[in-house]
């Protein structure tokens, strides 16, 4: 019987085996969409157990607990110890067989902790107690020593238009030798749906930019501000995480009295929204074009399902799910409206549900290699 978790995991023929050990295995990490936090990498972190590093904000292992049964106290209460947390994940790993989150969990104890063995019930003990003593008492086991361990040559974490990225210069002045750069999420800047929370965020926008905005314009000039900022700092890829492509027909003055409407409080329609989230989303495929970045889009997820966990513990807490959109056309609209501007820059597409995998395969064929300025290519991540 092949040995689980063996050097050739996954790797089921010798082709396989001789393409990730021979070359793959060699080369670097460069991950251009990940969630790190950056304070952590500054701060070099060291992390006071394996709940804290494996818990702690991870709303996918949250999602499995709470599909298992566990009480939301043991994934996000603050009335429990990391000990008590730690033992119900390991009560609901075995449940997670055939989940790429048992595949991950053991993958991880192996290669960052050298252990070998099962996370269940009966081990769950020794492995937490194994693991807090080379966290504690490890000298490489910090945020930095681990991007080490896993030769990371390049990181790109995920970051607001408003955000000081003070860390990111702080880790860059500090000579760490591995990069982490930032990337441009404007998701934000297109959430028009409340307009009390849209106008908050338009005057954090404007005291941050220094641009005071009173119209449409106004705003758009202090998103490039904050954009050129972001050129200074590193970034090369913007990252949008959108339900759906947006590509509706629309004129300035539709915007510009659509962009009144919100931010005097009223609010939109659902064409009105439509029609500015899809002039927002020109607004940034264009300025990620000016600047020679590559535009990556996630799209397919309805987020923020439960609304009285959302209201008690807010966004990203494993309260998300995979969607149903028709959005074939309107990413090709999209994507052409760009190209027809003469702006389409590299483009990443992922999508969610994977039911769309044949979608943005064929998607590819329509704008590779078409001479646009640069060229633009759509590739598919899942």
Known sequence: MKPFMDENFLLQTETAQKLYHEHAAKMPIIDYHCHLIPKMVADDHRFKSITEIWLGGDHYKW?????????????????TTDWEKFQ????????????????????????????????NPETAREIFDECNDKLLNDPGMTARGLMR??????????????????????????????????????????????PAEFRAYVEKLAEVSGVNISKFQDMIDALQKRHDFFEEMGCRLSDHGIEEFYAADYTDEEINAIFDKVYGGKQLTAEEIDKFKSAMMIVFGEMDYNSGWTQQFHYGAIRNNNTRMFKLLGPDTGFDSIGE??????????????????KLTKTILYNLNPCANEVIATMLGNMSGIQSGRVPITRPFT
């Open 325 to 342: 959109f028709n959005t074939a056309k309107s990413c090709a609209r999209y994507l052409d409206k760009l190209n027809t501007r003469g």
């Open 63 to 79: 999602r499995a607990m709470r599909s298992n049964g566990v009480d939301e106290r043991f994934c996000t209460g603050a009335d």
């Open 88 to 119: 119900k994940w390991a009560e609901t790993v075995p449940y997670t067989f055939r989940n790429p989150l048992y595949h991950w969990t053991h993958l991880e104890l192996k290669t960052a902790f050298g252990i070998d063995k099962l996370l």
């Open 149 to 194: 361990r896993y030769n990371v040559e390049t990181v790109c974490t995920t970051d607001d238009p408003v955000d000081s990225l003070e860390y990111h210069k702080q880790v860059r002045e500090s000579g760490f030798e591995i990069k982490m750069l930032p990337t441009w999420r404007p998701d934000k800047a297109m959430a028009v749906e409340v």
